[in-house]
């Protein structure tokens, strides 16, 4: 399929996991991608994946800096000649028991997970058109579904999905929509890192909200941001679209 062809999108975390997936998918649909990421080495990495027949322009930026993203944004329209569809995926994860939980832990997970979504979609409406435009944010199973040692993470991503609901009511006047999708577990350099809980930790409770398909690859929360952000889910607007191996259930 080819759903992509002269489409401009504007997408964030790019350097690994869902979005260096997200960047092959729509390559491969014929995107024009701007890819912006905090790691130089990771941006690099998934440009040379990338196979077309799309093209991939890349930035290092951090999503947290609005004078950054301002810059991003501007460039991104200037060199695609405008902006059709912004993916944010760009995030931080971080377990948090609640004896351990630092005002530095919120201010991060927050400044990212949140901060630089908002700060994206501020200044990508400037370009995006009305009548076509699309805004996919990146939350979380974690946002509508309790998590052990997760308290902050999960506000994080909750507050992302929440600003997502909110935002696709204001703009529905411009019929721009607004796409909150939620992963369940995925199988990511993020997800496989190891302090990804801290030593000593009772992990049991996840076993009972575990997917029984297992944790996700990339590629197949990519294939939903894909069809999420395509002419396929024009009526597909202000509602969470779980991608999580039933595991809410």
Same mark, same amino acid.
């Given at each position: 399929?080819?759903?992509?062809?002269?489409?401009?999108?504007?997408?964030?975390?790019?350097?690994?996991?869902?979005?260096?997936?997200?960047?092959?998918?729509?390559?491969?649909?014929?995107?024009?991608?701007?890819?912006?990421?905090?790691?130089?080495?990771?941006?690099?990495?998934?440009?040379?994946?990338?196979?077309?027949?799309?093209?991939?322009?890349?930035?290092?930026?951090?999503?947290?800096?609005?004078?950054?993203?301002?810059?991003?944004?501007?460039?991104?329209?200037?060199?695609?000649?405008?902006?059709?569809?912004?993916?944010?995926?760009?995030?931080?994860?971080?377990?948090?028991?609640?004896?351990?939980?630092?005002?530095?832990?919120?201010?991060?997970?927050?400044?990212?997970?949140?901060?630089?979504?908002?700060?994206?979609?501020?200044?990508?409406?400037?370009?995006?058109?009305?009548?076509?435009?699309?805004?996919?944010?990146?939350?979380?199973?974690?946002?509508?579904?309790?998590?052990? #040692?997760?308290? +902050?993470?999960?506000?994080?991503?909750? /507050?992302?999905? =929440? $600003?997502?609901? &909110?935002?696709? @009511?204001?703009?529905?006047?411009?019929?721009?929509?607004?796409?909150?999708?939620?992963?369940?577990?995925?199988?990511?350099?993020?997800?496989?890192?190891?302090?990804?809980?801290?030593?000593?930790?009772?992990?049991?409770?996840?076993?009972?909200?575990?997917?029984? #398909?297992?944790? +996700?690859?990339?590629?197949?929360?990519? /294939?939903?941001? =894909? $069809?999420?952000? &395509?002419?396929? @889910?024009?009526?597909?607007?202000?509602?969470?679209?779980?991608?999580?191996?039933?595991?809410?259930?």
């Amino acid at each position: 399929m080819n759903r992509y062809d002269g489409v401009k999108v504007l997408l964030t975390g790019a350097a690994s996991g869902i979005g260096r997936a997200t960047a092959i998918r729509l390559a491969a649909e014929g995107a024009a991608i701007y890819a912006v990421d905090v790691s130089e080495k990771g941006l690099a990495e998934t440009a040379a994946a990338v196979t077309g027949p799309g093209t991939i322009t890349t930035r290092t930026a951090d999503v947290t800096d609005e004078p950054a993203v301002i810059a991003a944004v501007a460039d991104a329209a200037d060199t695609l000649g405008g902006i059709d569809a912004l993916i944010n995926v760009a995030g931080v994860h971080k377990t948090t028991p609640i004896e351990t939980l630092t005002v530095d832990d919120l201010n991060r997970l927050f400044s990212v997970n949140l901060v630089g979504t908002a700060l994206f979609c501020r200044e990508s409406l400037k370009h995006l058109p009305d009548g076509s435009g699309v805004i996919v944010n990146t939350a979380s199973l974690s946002a509508t579904q309790g998590n052990p #040692f997760m308290t +902050a993470y999960a506000a994080s991503k909750g /507050a992302v999905l =929440a $600003f997502s609901l &909110s935002l696709a @009511a204001e703009l529905t006047g411009r019929r721009i929509r607004v796409v909150p999708i939620s992963p369940g577990a995925v199988d990511t350099p993020l997800i496989r890192a190891a302090d990804m809980f801290p030593e000593g930790l009772d992990l049991g409770y996840f076993s009972k909200i575990r997917s029984y #398909f297992g944790a +996700a690859d990339p590629e197949q929360i990519a /294939a939903a941001i =894909a $069809f999420a952000a &395509s002419s396929d @889910a024009g009526y597909f607007t202000g509602a969470d679209l779980r991608v999580d191996g039933g595991a809410h259930t």
